[in-house]
Structures are given as C-alpha cells and as structure tokens.
C-alpha cells in the first residue's frame, strides 16, 4: 500500500521568511501533484512533476521531484500572508490491470503566514 | 470553462438515513472520481470511472456505499444507511484521461456531509 507522509503538518511561518514542505512517499512513482486547499474550498492544483530531477515554479513557490529518494520538495520564498492555505501532495501509481492510475494524497501541511 | 459541478453544498442527516450527491464534470473529461476528505486529512479515492465504466472502486464501502456514472458523464454516490463515521466532504473531480501525460485532475467545491 502506497504511503504519502508530508512534514511538517502545521507550519506558522512570519511573512518574509523562507520555508520548505516535504513529501515522502514509499513506492516507485514519477508523478505527482501538489495541490492547494483554502478553507471551506476545494483543491485547485498548483504542479504537475513528471520526472526525476523535474522543477516547477510560480510565483514564491517551487516545487522539485527527486524520483530515487521518493521525495518531492515545495519550497516558498519568501512568503506572504496570502500563502496561508493547506497544501497537499498527492502520487500517482498504476493501477494495476487498468490501463489507469491512481492518485493518493498526504495529509496536508496547514500553513499560516503571519503579518 | 465550466468547472466541475456538484450539489448540494451541505446536507445534514440522521445516522441510518440515506442521502446522495451528483456530480457533473468538465465537459469533455472521460474521466470522473469521487474522493472522502475527513476533517484534517488527505482526499481518499473512493471510486473512479473511465467514461461510464468503474476503473477502481477498491476503497468503495460496497456495503453502504454505490455510484454510477449513466451515460458517461453525471455521476451519483449514494451512501445507504450513514454512519457517523461517514461525516466528511465529498469531493468529486474529474479529468481527460489519465495517461502518460499526468493530467491534472479538476476538483468540485465538494459536499459537507454531516451525519448526526
């Protein structure tokens, strides 16, 4: 069974500060996702990583995919209180038989940014 | 582009009740999941379909729980009778199909579901 673990859970960080989430996950995958979550709203998704060494960023945030460690990065520079939302990774495994795959998230970093 | 969507917003039932959600997807989107996110945790796959067909429904309560995707594009997910354990959002979301290209999938707003 394919295990997601992120870390921190809770992360109170000052605006202006640098700051790293982590993604863990136990089985061979190349792809994954990182979504945002804002409270009482749903997921919208913020990277799509696709290969080993794969770099993604947007604004403050940057996400990297490093396949061989199983480990996947999301990196905010230098945040603003806007940031402040629960961010989730999630794993894409084939499933087997289907032709499909299936999508398995952690259970999220709830992150606050303080003025 | 509409998103996906899915009604209704909130429900409030009595434990041994019975309630259901629907879903409409992205026009276009062969394929369709409903996802169970308890309070504090990740979105859990519940089922998902590829057109009108069920890909995967491993983690689906097959006792309390059904859904069907008529015609390949709404979808419904019943849940009879709820348990309290059962309170939690429902999230369907819905996607082109899953290939090699990692296709992003696009999530309604979801249902809060309470079982009281």
């Known amino acids: 069974e394919l295990k997601v673990e992120q870390n921190p859970l809770f992360l109170s960080m000052q605006e202006g500060k640098n700051y790293t989430i982590y993604c863990n996950y136990s089985t061979t995958s190349d792809r994954l996702y990182w979504y945002r979550q804002d409270p009482g709203k749903s997921l919208e998704s913020l990277f799509v990583l696709l290969s080993n060494g794969a770099v993604k960023q947007e604004g403050r945030l940057m996400a990297s995919l490093d396949t061989k460690a199983r480990l996947s990065t999301l990196h905010i520079t230098a945040a603003v209180h806007d940031l402040s939302a629960t961010y989730f990774c999630?794993?894409?495994?084939?499933?087997?038989?289907?032709?499909?795959?299936?999508?398995?998230f952690g259970k999220g970093t709830k992150l606050s940014v303080i003025p | 582009e509409a998103g996906v969507a899915q009604s209704p917003r909130y429900k409030i039932i009595e434990k041994r009740q019975s309630v259901a959600f629907w879903c409409n997807p992205i026009s276009g989107h062969a394929t369709l999941y409903w996802y169970q996110q308890i309070l504090g945790q990740g979105p859990k796959l519940l089922i998902q379909f590829q057109n009108n067909g069920v890909v995967d429904d491993s983690q689906l309560p097959k006792d309390r729980f059904s859904a069907e995707r008529l015609k390949g594009v709404d979808s419904t997910l019943k849940i009879q009778p709820a348990k309290l354990e059962d309170s939690a959002v429902y999230l369907c979301?819905?996607?082109?199909?899953?290939?090699?290209?990692?296709?992003?999938?696009?999530f309604g707003s979801g249902t809060q579901l309470s079982v009281l």
């Open positions: 979301a819905s996607s082109q199909v899953r290939g090699h290209a990692g296709e992003k999938l696009f």
């Open positions: 999630a794993v894409d495994i084939p499933y087997s038989g289907a032709g499909s795959y299936q999508l398995t």
